[in-house]
Structures are given as structure tokens and as C-alpha cells.
């Protein structure tokens, strides 16, 4: 698919991996949609200026099924139909099995899962009747390994694979791509705040020693959102760490 002048809304793209994906389509001539739940600042849309496509910021809760059709309205009544869909939009609440509430684990589902459900229901629609659409959805390494005192995330994570899949399989012959990408340890506000020795350890669970960057993420989507014959596949973009012999 080429990207420029394609409207391409990514759902929690105000910092981190989302906010990366932006600027990198951004570069590539795309028209971009952010979107958080709170209202998008003036200093982040700035930071968009020197692209040559549009921006435009659309605040709501995509774990609400009613709000993320409004979003999608909204971008389609201003810049017309989402013609690439990046579910980026997640959270944690990390907590081991023994001590996580209900509430704990359908909180992380309902905006991780459930959330891309319905962004992906709301854009689904147009897409097949223009046959062609690309969606990428921002798993994790923890949703194919699993980790320690995440069973609610990954439990999302490795939901979300399943229902790319699913999809992918729907829509293809329609030629709407549906693919995953599962990060692994990324730098971020969360590394740069723990410890040396967390970091060691975290560092010997990936073969080529390092972190990688949003930027890495970043070009991944992209390159996922230009493949006209990939469709139904999770990218590991984690060093290394979760390879099979």
C-alpha cells in the first residue's frame, strides 16, 4: 500500500510506541489521526507541522464500543474513511494471580482487547467495501511467553494475536490486511526509571543485549501497513528473545 496521503488513526499515540508509529507515518506522507483518552495537547499537534499530511487529534475511550464509532465518524466526516488502523492503545496493572481482583483483569481486557475489538469493528466496515484497509495491533512478547505478575496483560496480549488472526482470515479475500506486532523490552519512561541490576536482568533474557528503541516498533508498522501479501502474522520485534529453534 502506499502511504502518502492515506488516513491512518492510531489509538493511544500521545507518547511511547504510539507516538513514535505517528511520526513515522507522518514522514511517509500519511494523514494522522492521535488519539488518547484526554484531550491531545497543542505542543504535541505542533510537533507534526513539518509533515506534509494533515493531523488531526480525536480524544475519546476506545474501550467503549459507542466511542470509538464516534471517533471514527468524526475522522471519516474530516479527513474521510481510516484507511489503516494501528490498536495501540493499552495499559497494565500488574499484579500476581493470588492477589489480582476481578476487576483487576477486566480492566486490562476491556481497553487492550476489548478495545480493539471495537476500534476494529468501526473501521471494518468501509474498509471492505473500498477493499483495501490495512490494521496492525500492538501485542507483546508477554502475550506469546507469558511473565510473572501479568496474567491479566498477557492474557490481552495473547487475545489480541488470536483475534488477529481470526480476522485476518474474514477479510482477506476482501484485501484488508490484518497483522500483530508483539515488542519486546523497549526504552521508555518505565526502563529509564528501574534499577541497574533490573535492567542486567532484563538485558540477559535478550540475545543481542540491548533494548530496542520505539522507533524500531515504528518502522515495523509501517513496513506491515506498505505489504500488499502479508496478512495474519505476529512481527517479534524483541531482540532475539522469544526465537524458536
Known amino acids: 500500500m502506499e502511504i502518502k496521503n492515506k488516513n491512518v488513526f492510531i489509538t493511544g499515540s500521545t507518547r511511547g510506541i504510539g507516538l513514535a508509529v505517528a511520526h513515522r507515518f507522518a514522514q511517509a506522507g500519511a494523514n494522522i489521526i492521535l488519539n488518547g483518552r484526554s484531550e491531545v495537547s ?6 507534526f507541522k513539518d509533515y506534509d499530511g494533515k493531523v488531526l487529534a480525536i480524544s475519546g475511550d476506545v474501550s467503549q464500543l459507542d466511542d470509538a464509532k464516534r ?7 474530516k479527513l474521510g474513511n481510516i484507511d489503516i488502523l494501528i490498536n495501540n492503545a493499552g495499559i497494565t496493572n500488574d499484579k500476581l494471580m493470588l492477589k489480582m481482583s ?9 481497553v487492550n482487547l476489548t ?18 484497509g490495512a490494521i496492525i495491533n500492538m501485542s507483546s512478547v508477554v ?11 498477557a492474557a490481552s496480549k495473547a487475545g489480541l494475536i488470536g483475534f488477529t488472526k481470526s480476522v485476518a482470515r474474514e477479510v482477506a479475500a476482501r484485501n484488508v490486511r490484518v497483522n500483530a506486532i508483539a515488542p519486546g523490552f523497549i526504552e521508555s519512561d518505565m526502563t529509564d526509571r528501574i534499577s541497574d541490576k533490573m535492567k542486567a536482568a532484563m538485558l540477559d533474557q535478550i540475545p543481542m543485549k540491548t533494548f530496542g528503541t520505539t522507533e524500531n516498533v515504528a ?3 509501517l513496513f506491515l501497513a506498505q505489504q500488499d501479501y502479508l496478512t495474519g502474522q505476529v512481527i517479534a520485534i524483541d531482540g532475539g528473545m522469544t526465537m524458536q529453534s
Not at 71 to 77: F, G, P, R, S
Not at 143 to 151: I, K, P, T, Y
Open 102 to 110: 476481578e476487576e483487576d483483569f477486566e480492566k486490562v481486557l476491556k
Open 219 to 221: 518502522d515495523v508498522a
Open 71 to 77: 471517533m471514527v465518524d468524526e475522522a471519516a466526516e
Open 42 to 47: 497543542e505542543d504535541l499537534l505542533a510537533s
Open 143 to 153: 502475550g506469546l511467553m507469558g511473565n510473572v505478575g501479568q496474567a491479566n496483560y
Open 115 to 132: 478495545g480493539s475489538f471495537n476500534m476494529t469493528k468501526s473501521v471494518l466496515r468501509p474498509m471492505t467495501k473500498a477493499r483495501q
